[in-house]
């Protein structure tokens, strides 16, 4: 019987895997501009923490963790997001005593059983960021722009930044109990999700994906109208900042983020390329996680994740090549035992000195050998054999243009970085 992969899952072969290095190194580098640091932490936690984290209303935690005892009979869950992990190291590793505030972005497979579909697997990869340690605007702020910037650069185009407030405790429970009357009056026209979730968790319902629900909610009370002051400005001051940073934005009152310790600031970044599955950022503020983790008050924090699927779905939909850049420099025809076996003292000074260099390994005839070279896009070919030894001569060909020069075997370092 042949073994597959499981489902959901998707093997990244050598044919894709350098788009994948070009997107994580894209994001190396503008995270390091924008001063945040990588974390990397385990690929499974305690459940207790997803419970608590990301909440055990979600459908998340419900219906969509790979859950599973070990051999002590400790409850573990592999990661199904990148946020609660990074907040118990946060906690875990004391960085709320290190200045303020902290900087982290992270690279991380993730875990969530679900049916899988195009740009959503049961593992997926995700691009993350969060920042700890402050609550002002301008963090939030700086995060957007982060994300913007990011897509902007690897080419994406047509994108829109949507952004809301959420209010804070305060104003929310002024805005849930009017939500509750509201939906109160129309239990009868919604779904039974929606009517579960009117009790224990009301703002979710405004992103109920149900067709009729939809239709039966257009006059539903939003959050970004029933806002204290201080939300309110805080919301004002980020558009000030967006503004002078030429972000264009729309504010999108129906965007919620249903968990208590989710505050103030939410966002998507949205593609009009991908149907559907548009979204291709996810971001918000969430003040109350740290404290709710059982970490120390006064660390707010915001952050955003993006699939990395859905990113090359994307790119793939806006027609935007990433060049594959592993090309061989030199490739080694070699003509005889001799020359078979002085190619691996060649090879060895060639990579010595970050040259990369292949040859045959299976007995290719000549002509094979030439063909594979073309197969593995070399840059240069030269051809060893008994002759060319024992007079230390050799012709270096340029594949692309077909330009051959002489050079010398025994210093083919120094000859070839002359001829680039």
Known sequence: MTISAPRGTKDITPSDSYKWNYLEKKFRNLCDLYGYKEIRTPIFEYTELFKRGVGDTTDIVQKEMYTFFDKGKREL?????????VMRSFIENKMYADAQPTKLFYITPCFRYERPQ???QRQFNQFGVEAVGGDSPSLDAEIISLAVQYLEEIGLKDLVIAINSVGCPVCRAEYNKKLREFLKQKEDVLCDLCNERREKNPMRVIDCKNEECQKNLQDIPLMADNLC???????????????????????DKRIVRGLD?????????????????????????????????????????????????????????????????????????TIGDKAKVKSFSILKEL????????????????????????KINAKFTIVIGDEELEKDIAILKNMDTGEQIEVRISNLVDEFKKSL
């Open 118 to 120: 195009s740009g959503r």
């Open 229 to 251: 002051q201080e939300c309110s400005d805080h919301f004002e001051t980020l558009k000030v900042y967006l503004n002078e940073m030429d972000i264009n934005y729309k504010v």
């Open 261 to 333: 310790y989710y505050k103030r600031t939410a966002f998507e970044i949205i593609s009009n390329n991908l149907g559907a599955q548009s979204t291709v950022c996810g971001g918000g503020r969430y003040d109350g996680l740290v404290e709710q983790l059982g970490g120390p008050e006064g660390n707010a924090g915001i952050g955003f994740a993006m699939g990395v699927e859905r990113l090359l779905l994307t790119m793939e939909a806006e027609s935007i090549e990433i060049e594959d850049p592993h090309k061989t420099d030199i490739f080694i025809v």
């Open 77 to 85: 869950t592999l990661k199904p997001e990148g946020t609660a992990g």
């Open 351 to 374: 990579r010595k000195n970050h040259i990369s260099a292949d040859k045959d390994h299976i007995d290719r005839s000549v002509k094979a050998q030439f063909k594979y070279s073309n």
